[in-house]
């Protein structure tokens, strides 16, 4: 993508994720909790903000960011544990994913860790490549490490919240729906995610050297 159309790209989908904040931020079902979990959106965008006359993300990475926002977005909007994800999804096909696969809990939460690893891994994975030496095993390795620590702090953040905020507030901000597993259950699924969108990429790597490696081996035998 040529540099004038990357910046268009990347401005358009920055108004078009301002445009979703504000929408969604009309009557939310939990105005603190709200405030709270668009504090780490505008950490996150004010720093790609800050570092895009240094640093600027390919325009996969910033779709895949603004991606996994608008997920977000959807749960600061309703609180993760209370997004209608099924009622809309009956509404549409007739179906009730809770009572086809039995869930007795909201599990939009759990998409949303998923999501983290699944989406956020790839400009993660950017970024170590473009600025550190890392490679290979360890390139893998540390970009994993990220995923898992950086879910791990937020996991820390929701705790020190929770344990500051009145009752109603804690419940919408932490969102564990009394599963005394939940903080584990959320890192582990942040983990595979990442760990399925690294090995994605490694097969598609590998798929689209192989190609390559014929037509320099064939350019590089003596001609009969």
């Known amino acids: 993508m040529q540099p004038n159309a990357h910046t268009r790209y990347e401005l358009a989908l920055l108004i078009l994720?301002?445009?979703i904040v504000v929408v969604l931020g009309f009557s939310p079902h939990s105005r603190v909790d709200w405030a709270l979990e668009n504090l780490l959106v505008l950490l996150l965008v004010g720093t790609l903000v800050a570092v895009s006359r240094w640093f600027r993300l390919s325009a996969v990475s910033i779709s895949l960011v603004f991606v996994f926002l608008c997920i977000h977005e959807l749960g600061s909007h309703y609180t993760y544990s209370l997004v209608p994800y099924d009622r809309w999804c009956s509404a549409l096909?007739?179906?009730?994913?809770?009572?086809?696969?039995?869930?007795?809990?909201?599990?939009?939460?759990?998409?949303?860790h998923l999501s983290y690893g699944l989406l956020l891994v790839y400009p993660v994975r950017?970024?170590?490549?473009?600025?550190?030496?890392?490679?290979?095993?360890?390139?893998?390795?540390?970009t994993m490490n990220i995923m898992l620590s950086t879910s791990a702090v937020y996991e820390l953040v929701e705790w020190i919240g929770g344990a500051?905020?009145?009752?109603?507030?804690?419940q919408a901000f932490v969102g564990?729906?009394?599963?005394?597993?939940?903080?584990?259950?959320?890192?582990?699924l942040a983990v595979a995610g990442a760990f399925f969108s690294l090995l994605l990429v490694?097969?598609?790597r590998k798929t689209q050297k192989a190609p390559m490696t014929t037509a320099c081996r064939k350019s590089a035998s003596p001609s009969k």
């Open 126 to 142: 950017e970024v170590l490549l473009r600025l550190t030496p890392l490679r290979g095993f360890w390139l893998f390795f540390i």
């Open 176 to 188: 564990a729906q009394n599963d005394p597993w939940d903080s584990q259950k959320d890192m582990a």
């Open 202 to 204: 490694s097969l598609c």
């Open 164 to 170: 500051y905020l009145g009752d109603d507030t804690s």
């Open 93 to 112: 096909t007739g179906v009730s994913l809770d009572k086809t696969f039995g869930l007795q809990r909201n599990h939009f939460d759990r998409l949303v």
């Open 17 to 19: 994720l301002l445009s």
